[in-house]
């Protein structure tokens, strides 16, 4: 639990850092063994790339340190649900668990049947989730 | 009609280049105003990368080459129906219709509910159905 709030913090600094470039702020990090391997944040306005999010960047990164395809000992701390492009992402990369801090009501992966994650991979929703969620609504309040 | 049979044979170039590579001979192309824009086969073993499905390669190409964000006016061709990764990155993509070969019946996104695709895309299946699912089954017997 200590664990999974010291990386859900470093996925929080990567979304305060797309946060600060004017990007939805979500941030992410893939962990190994104690060790991340890598990190993302949304990029898809400054890549104008509507695939960029810190998922996406954050598996393809750790799958390109592991040397390998699969990251099924790793775990992926993400301040939002993941989507179902990158929950279908990471059913390919056969991830071992993922951690998310706030629900996303509306086009998060959970809302969808059947399972679109890989039936071996483990999930734990809201950890750090107000600071996850407020910097959210903080970035969609001051766009209105 | 003959028109889309003509984009899904450039689709099942692809696919065959992927073939002749030992990779999962699945191809796609997308089309805006009748011209090529983006070409893709999927490249998992090569790039050692599971996300780098022939759809992903050539949705990114594809914005690329609009210099923007979405592909509204695009159309892509795929051999084999898009699974829910790719359905969820063509969604972000708001692309305008989806034309595909062969069902998957195994991870196929029209398996999932509620739908993983934009409200305001369309959906033409079964186009040269059999030569896109033939390349498969060639593919997983040779495998065994």
Redesign the interface.
């Known amino acids: 639990m200590e664990q999974d709030e010291r990386f859900m913090n470093e996925a929080l600094r990567e979304a305060r850092e797309a946060a600060d470039a004017g990007e939805i702020p979500i941030g992410a990090v893939v962990v190994w063994k104690g060790r991340i391997i890598g990190r993302g944040h949304n990029q898809?306005e400054r890549l104008?790339?509507?695939?960029a999010h810190a998922e996406?960047i954050a598996?393809?990164a750790a799958?390109?340190a592991m040397?390998?395809?699969?990251l099924t000992d790793c775990t992926l701390y993400v301040t939002v649900e993941p989507?179902?492009?990158?929950?279908?992402?990471l059913?390919?990369?056969?991830i071992g668990r993922i951690v998310y801090g706030a629900p996303d009501q509306r086009r998060g992966f959970s809302?969808?049947?059947?399972s679109?994650l890989h039936p071996r991979t483990a999930v734990t929703g809201g950890v750090l989730m107000e600071p996850c969620a407020a910097l959210m609504l903080d970035f969609f309040r001051a766009k209105r």
């Open positions: 898809t104008r790339d509507t695939t996406m598996i393809t799958t390109e040397g390998g395809k699969y989507c179902p492009m990158c929950a279908g992402a059913a390919w990369s056969q809302l969808f049947s059947p679109l």
